[in-house]
């Protein structure tokens, strides 16, 4: 076999996995955000809807596992209420593959979260508290939310974690 047959071979071959990948990419998009975008994901993730990552309005965070959690925070005086889509839920969405979370808040707050506290600790991401939906003024429209005892949350052991006014995590 001569060297020109050799290269084509490769080159059919390097065209059939682009080819493969391309499909494989459309296959994973995400659904577009109709809505105001209230939270991106970037980094470490398989399935994206734009360029800058995996954009979510409220619809599409609406579409993933959703949940109540009744509990306490240092930050709140009795039980709350809080609902939103588990965090665990949202990372399976868009195939995370990293081991850290970098949550960004509106205010330039940044903390990293360990990926294991998604599951481990049933972590969701709060758009409703007490049943309203949260204003930028109260702590929304995202805040992480680490479900607690009153004695766990007078420990603050994840108040650094619970992150409010969430508008973008980077997964790595």
Same mark, same amino acid.
């Given at each position: 076999?001569?060297?020109?047959?050799?290269?084509?071979?490769?080159?059919?071959?390097?065209?059939?996995?682009?080819?493969?990948?391309?499909?494989?990419?459309?296959?994973?998009? /995400?659904? $577009?955000?109709?809505?105001?975008? +209230?939270?991106? =994901?970037?980094?470490?993730?398989?399935?994206?809807?734009?360029?800058?990552?995996?954009?979510?309005?409220? %619809?599409? $965070? &609406?579409? /993933?596992?959703?949940?109540?959690?009744?509990?306490?925070?240092?930050?709140?005086?009795?039980?709350?209420?809080?609902?939103?889509?588990?965090?665990?839920?949202?990372? %399976?969405?868009?195939?995370?593959? !990293?081991?850290?979370?970098?949550?960004?808040?509106?205010?330039?707050?940044?903390?990293?979260?360990?990926?294991?506290?998604?599951?481990?600790?049933?972590?969701?991401?709060?758009?409703?508290?007490?049943? &309203?939906?949260?204003?930028?003024?109260?702590? !929304?429209? =995202?805040?992480? +939310?680490?479900? @607690?005892?009153?004695?766990?949350?007078?420990?603050?052991?994840?108040?650094?974690?619970?992150?409010? @006014?969430?508008?973008?995590?980077? +997964?790595?």
């Amino acid at each position: 076999m001569n060297n020109w047959s050799i290269h084509f071979k490769r080159l059919v071959a390097v065209a059939a996995a682009i080819m493969s990948f391309s499909m494989t990419a459309t296959a994973e998009q /995400l659904p $577009l955000p109709a809505g105001e975008v +209230i939270l991106t =994901i970037s980094g470490a993730i398989g399935k994206t809807n734009t360029q800058a990552g995996a954009e979510f309005d409220l %619809d599409l $965070l &609406k579409a /993933l596992e959703w949940e109540e959690v009744n509990t306490f925070t240092s930050f709140t005086d009795g039980m709350q209420t809080f609902e939103g889509p588990r965090l665990s839920s949202l990372l %399976d969405f868009v195939s995370a593959s !990293g081991t850290t979370i970098g949550a960004s808040a509106i205010n330039d707050y940044f903390v990293d979260i360990p990926v294991t506290h998604a599951e481990n600790q049933g972590v969701i991401l709060a758009v409703l508290h007490n049943g &309203k939906a949260m204003t930028v003024r109260d702590k !929304g429209p =995202i805040w992480v +939310i680490y479900p @607690q005892s009153e004695d766990e949350a007078k420990l603050k052991k994840f108040d650094n974690e619970m992150i409010w @006014q969430l508008i973008s995590m980077e +997964i790595r």
